[in-house]
């Protein structure tokens, strides 16, 4: 049996590395250096995606609803194949319509020395009325982590709190702490949607979560053709880099791994293609998609979804009367109790605070350079 262990950590500090999420060879490295050889040989650990710690409610595409409360650490429960993938989209689609999604969907930038970092929180301006003048949102990033022997599983919270992923991490930069960890067994979550829509007409489409890799320097990696049950004829387009034998988008990025850098090319996340293989083995690919394909699965790229035919939509359907619903019912975040936490917690910090500057040496070159 399949066992995943999800952790949610807080981001302490500036993170200087991929834009997009913190990859998973970035995490493994980090994890590495604090386990014996076994384990370390033993684990796989995902990419990380980055989370507003902000209110929620289930998207429209979900089979639930209502709230979620405030993902602000703790994890919310998983029973299905939807819960799990909650949190992995970069989108945010579970944000409450009051809340600025586009914002939420970029962190803030902050310079140090010349270089670039992701800020650990958010400051959004608050209306005048206001005894303070902001808001602050703290960001999180979602990843899990699985293993070969059931007897490694879970580690500890000494052994996740307090890593560091990206550059400069000598610096203090990129540390992450244990916000939650719980373990949710594969075998126990629900794929009912999923098993209804196999016997559908229509046929469901391939989500890829993370990159998946076709090409890598790494030493000892072969490479990947496309999966013959992708039908990248019916794959969503959009603005980019296109391989030219399958269409889909594609870009180079860098695995680091044992103190070097490897090229390493890659189909883009958040394509979808059509699903061309087996119906009755849709439940099969799914629960593969959680463990991931292909080349550099360990450090998670192949990262994929499968979703039913009615929830092809990137973001959350918003018909009127879903809309008009929500609006009419309070906001659970604008509580007096939150309102005073907020100020309390922005104090007499001002909105035109200048940004701290911290060199970081020369070129900001991470001494140990085994993570990005």
């Excluded at 680091?256 to 189909?267: D, F, T």
Aim: with cysteine; hydrophobic share 35%.
């Amino acid at each position: 049996m399949t066992r995943l262990q999800q952790v949610l950590f807080e981001l302490k500090a500036p993170y200087m590395g991929h834009a997009y999420y913190v990859p998973g060879h970035a995490l493994y490295n980090a994890l590495a250096r604090r386990v014996d050889d076994a384990t370390r040989q033993a684990l796989h650990v995902s990419h990380g995606v980055f989370l507003p710690g902000e209110w929620a409610e289930y998207p429209d595409t979900h089979p639930d609803e209502g709230s979620l409360g405030k993902l602000s650490g703790s994890l919310p429960e998983v029973e299905s194949y939807a819960d799990w993938f909650l949190l992995r989209n970069p989108t945010h689609p579970w944000l409450l319509d009051s809340r600025p999604r586009d914002a939420h969907n970029t962190q803030d930038l902050q310079e140090f020395g010349g270089r670039v970092a992701a800020a650990s929180e958010t400051r959004f301006a608050r209306p005048p009325e206001t005894r303070n003048r902001q808001r602050s949102v703290q960001w999180y990033v979602h990843c899990y982590v699985h293993a070969d022997h059931p007897d490694v599983l879970p580690l500890d919270t000494d052994t996740l709190d307090g890593i560091q992923v990206g550059a400069a991490r000598n610096y203090g930069f990129g540390e992450l702490t244990v916000a939650d960890t719980n373990v949710v067994a594969l075998d126990d979550l629900s794929f009912d949607r999923l098993q209804d829509a196999a016997e559908g007409e229509d046929p469901c489409r391939v989500e890829l979560v993370t990159p998946y890799v076709t090409e890598s320097k790494f030493p000892g990696a072969e490479p990947q053709s496309v999966p013959w049950w992708w039908n990248v004829s019916e794959f969503d387009a959009a603005p980019g880099n296109y391989a030219q034998a399958t269409g889909m988008r594609s870009r180079v990025t860098r695995l680091a791994h044992g103190g070097e850098a490897y090229s390493v090319r890659v189909l883009d996340h958040g394509q979808r293609v059509g699903f061309a293989g087996d119906a009755e083995r849709v439940v099969e690919t799914a629960r593969n998609g959680i463990c991931r394909i292909g080349t550099h699965s360990r450090f998670g790229f192949g990262e994929l979804r499968v979703r039913p035919p009615e929830a092809v939509p990137q973001y959350a359907r918003r018909d009127d009367e879903s809309r008009a619903a929500r609006e009419a019912e309070p906001v659970a975040s604008d509580t007096a109790r939150e309102a005073q936490e907020a100020e309390d917690a922005d104090g007499d910090r001002d909105a035109d605070e200048p940004r701290r500057r911290v060199l970081v040496g020369a070129g900001g070159v991470d001494e140990r350079g085994d993570g990005s």
